[in-house]
């Protein structure tokens, strides 16, 4: 039986080796080891020799098989360690590094987990079940309790309770700044005052007002002529009175509120337009007035401040840190006519008695018993006197702060604030944005806590004096100006976050708008259950309909305009005005009825999209700013200019260098963007280079050849005054318009100096001087 077995295995060993013509040397070899072996060992072995030839045979294939293995399997277990080791060797040293970090500054630093390896999906998850409900509703509650103006007991222990409510919190800083700001208020001893008075100058009719009802930084003294509708008070509607020839000099000019205009600028351009006195009044139109739809009664007037500017009037570009010690300087922005806030009822009984030309039929609002007529005479032949009382009174005010510090760039801050005081209970103008700041404060803590590790330093303000132009924020802006371009990443204003719940809009500065966008699609909308803001919003028209730009009574205007930092305003909206803004109808059980009772819900959808973007900036290796947005903003303006290259270029002016000036910025912008994309984004040293001057795009567009001073919006985008954009664009319409009127030296300096804005901000996005290449070099 074994000599069969053997003679069968010899037969099958033959059998494999000849049907494998590549290995027949390597057959031919092993059979004659076997033979060998037959041979040498036949007589020691007997009839199992074979069986024995064939299982050493085997064994040492199995034995050369096992060696090949192990040697495969430690080079492919070495190439992997060494992969892995060089993956994560880097963020292990840089866990470490903040570790020992952490220890030091103890707080909100010593994270319960390893921080340094969360994701961005992973914080993105963490921020939405911390986010609450029920605390945004809580505070919104407490703060609109009663009016609490700057300087006020109840304003003072708001204050006190959101320092302590941000203590509490235990993040790494947290501090107030005061200062004094010059504020206006009325005058107690003599209250402001409107009647109707006849030829001969006596009162026929005490026209009765709300003595609380005022208009801060309005100019205090008389004022007695004939009354003139101008509908909005917007530059196209006085141009229509003068072509109509209706002359405003010496009248008392009548406004709707709305149409885009603050009243600040209803109020100058009355003034500019030869105006004695302002009235501005909340139409039916524009203002819902039935109380039985949450409307506003028709004897409530809107009140708001007519500085045209932000900050303390009296210290215009400079702080109010210190402001005894520098002589007042009068704001170019204060008004000097006065000004008073009416309500519907006023502004009926003075606008059914005029007389004179039929008004246009979009200027009709729907106050009761008026036909629409510009004016300026009275049919009785009376007139309006209206008399404005306040005055002026240094207040201490305090901006409260808390921060919690960056682990890789804490220098580079990402700040997010809002007002805090209001004139009236303001459960929207200062209640809803607080309680998201201090949401989002006390969602970001416990993020910090249970292992977050922000790349760069949240920093989280209460501002004072809002409902006064901004005056806590623009001061602060101007006692760090020379430094925040260098370190402010972006800031976003919480103001008046909810008035609705369904339309959301958002004022920003167009390096925002890719953040914004990527935000909106992760952001559940607070109305329709399962749909995103993003695709809510492109059902209603498209989500490019979101994106508006700051407006001068934004808390972000000042950030970009005056201080060069991209900033951002969110507001969630109904179709329908929220009507009691501005007003001592702004409580929290109206907002509540406006909303369904969903205050809590939408204030946490507001904040989840805010922490969406900060979570973002505070992460991502590089910022995620969108730097060649202004390149498309002058581009629209190059092709205006185009359609007047003829007409310029017959005047000796050449459109060509805003051009060059346009392509040199949109190249260093690409040329960057392409740098930073083909860059190791693991290097601190690398992406601090970018990180740097990404950050100082927004400063770049401040015209350097106006006063900060004199003219405080220094941005040629989003600023106000001759140097701007949108003053240059003005002046080239006058060129088809009004002819006459176009200023060719004017024009001609407008534009070397927005070019040169323009051609300073493409310079320093190129770097190196070296790395810059225009047409002003000397050639032979």
């Known amino acids: 039986m074994t000599t069969h077995l053997t003679q069968a295995s010899l037969m099958s060993v033959h059998h494999s080796v000849s049907d494998d013509d590549e290995e027949e040397e390597v057959g031919g070899a092993q059979r004659a080891e076997l033979r060998l072996a037959i041979s040498e060992d036949e007589e020691e072995a007997g009839p199992f020799s074979d069986l024995t030839a064939l299982v050493m045979r085997y ?38 590094a903040e570790q020992g970090h952490e220890q030091q500054l103890g707080g909100a630093k010593a994270p319960s987990e390893g921080g340094a390896g969360l994701y961005l999906g992973e914080l993105r998850l963490m921020m939405r079940k911390l986010l609450q409900d029920e605390d945004i509703h809580n505070t919104v509650s407490r703060v609109s309790r009663a009016a609490h ?31 004094y700001a010059t504020l206006q208020f009325p005058d107690r001893s003599q209250r402001s005052s409107l009647s109707l008075v006849d030829s001969a100058g006596w009162v026929s009719e005490q026209i009765p007002l709300n003595p609380s009802d005022y208009c801060p930084y309005s100019a205090t003294g008389n004022a007695t002529g004939g009354v003139v509708y101008a509908n909005y008070g917007r530059p196209e509607d006085f141009k229509w009175l003068k072509r109509e020839d209706v002359s405003v000099t010496g009248c008392v000019v009548v406004m709707r509120v709305g149409g885009g205009v603050s009243f600040a600028e209803k109020v100058w351009l009355a003034e500019k337009n030869g105006a004695s006195g302002a009235l501005i009044y909340p139409d039916p139109a524009d203002v819902p007035q039935d109380p039985r739809r949450l409307g506003l009664n028709t004897h409530t007037a809107v009140s708001e401040h007519v500085h045209l500017g932000s900050g303390d009037p009296f210290t215009p570009g400079f702080p109010s840190f210190n402001h005894t010690q520098f002589p007042p300087i009068q704001s170019s922005g204060l008004p000097l006519i006065p000004a008073l806030p009416i309500t519907a009822t006023v502004a009926s009984k003075l606008l059914s008695q005029l007389t004179g030309p039929s008004c246009p039929r979009p200027w009709q609002g729907r106050l009761p018993y008026v036909r629409c007529v510009v004016g300026p005479e009275f049919s009785n032949g009376r007139r309006v006197q209206m008399s404005v009382q306040n005055v002026m009174k240094p207040i201490l005010l305090n901006n409260i702060f808390s921060s919690l ?126 749909q995103s803001i993003y695709s809510q919003a492109e059902r209603d028209g498209g989500s490019w309909r979101i994106m508006k730009p700051l407006y001068l009574n934004s808390g972000a205007f000042s950030f970009t305009a005056f201080a060069g930092v991209p900033a951002m305003e969110l507001r969630f909206t109904e179709e329908r005005a929220y009507p009691f803004i501005n007003t001592p109808l702004d409580s929290v059980s109206r907002l509540q009825e406006v909303l369904g009772g969903r205050l809590g819900v939408t204030g946490r959808s507001l904040g989840e999209l805010v922490g969406e973007m900060v979570l973002r900036l505070a992460h991502d290796h590089i910022l995620p ?44 912008a690409e040329t960057l963007q392409r740098a930073i994309d083909y860059s190791d984004l693991h290097e601190p040293t690398i992406t601090r280079f970018y990180n740097t001057r990404i950050m100082k795009v927004e400063y770049y567009f401040l015209s350097q050849y106006v006063s900060a001073v004199e003219t405080p919006f220094r941005h040629v985008i989003h600023g106000r005054g001759n140097h701007t954009l949108s003053a240059l664009t003005e002046h080239l319409g006058l060129l088809t318009s009004d002819p006459g009127r176009f200023d060719e030296s004017s024009f001609r300096r407008q534009l070397a100096l927005f070019t040169w804005t323009l051609q300073g901000a493409a310079n320093a996005l190129n770097g190196d001087v070296w790395s810059i290449h225009n047409m002003h070099r000397f050639t032979h």
């Open 59 to 96: 064994r040492h294939g199995y034995r050369r098989c096992c060696v090949l293995l192990c040697v495969g399997g430690v080079i492919v277990f070495t190439a992997a360690f060494l992969l892995a080791y060089g993956i994560f060797s880097g963020r292990y040293h840089c866990s470490q």
């Open 149 to 179: 103006p700057p300087g006020s007991s109840e304003g003072t222990a708001l204050a006190s309770e959101i320092l302590q409510r941000f203590r509490d919190l235990q993040m790494d800083h947290t501090w107030t700044e005061s200062l």
């Open 405 to 530: 510090e960056g682990r890789v760039e804490p220098d580079q801050y990402i700040i997010l604030g809002a007002q805090r005081d209001s004139l009236g209970p303001g459960a929207v103008k200062s209640g809803v944005g607080t309680a998201i700041l201090l949401e989002l404060a006390r969602t970001f803590s416990a993020m910090v806590k249970k292992g977050f590790s922000p790349r760069r330093s949240l920093l989280f303000v209460s501002w004072d004096a809002g409902d006064f132009g901004n005056v806590g924020a623009t001061e602060w802006l101007e006692g760090y100006l020379s430094m925040l371009h260098l370190k402010a990443v972006a800031y976003f204003s919480l103001d008046q976050a909810v008035m609705g719940d369904e339309i959301l809009s958002a004022y920003t500065s167009p390096l925002l708008v890719d953040l914004l966008d990527a935000a909106i699609r992760q952001v559940e909308h607070p109305k329709h259950a399962g």
């Open 625 to 668: 700013l969108r730097i060649t947005s202004y390149a498309q903003t002058v581009l629209q303006f190059s092709a205006q200019l185009n359609k007047h290259s003829a007409e310029l270029q017959s005047r000796g002016l050449s459109p060509q260098w805003v051009f060059s000036a346009r392509g040199d910025y949109s190249r260093a």
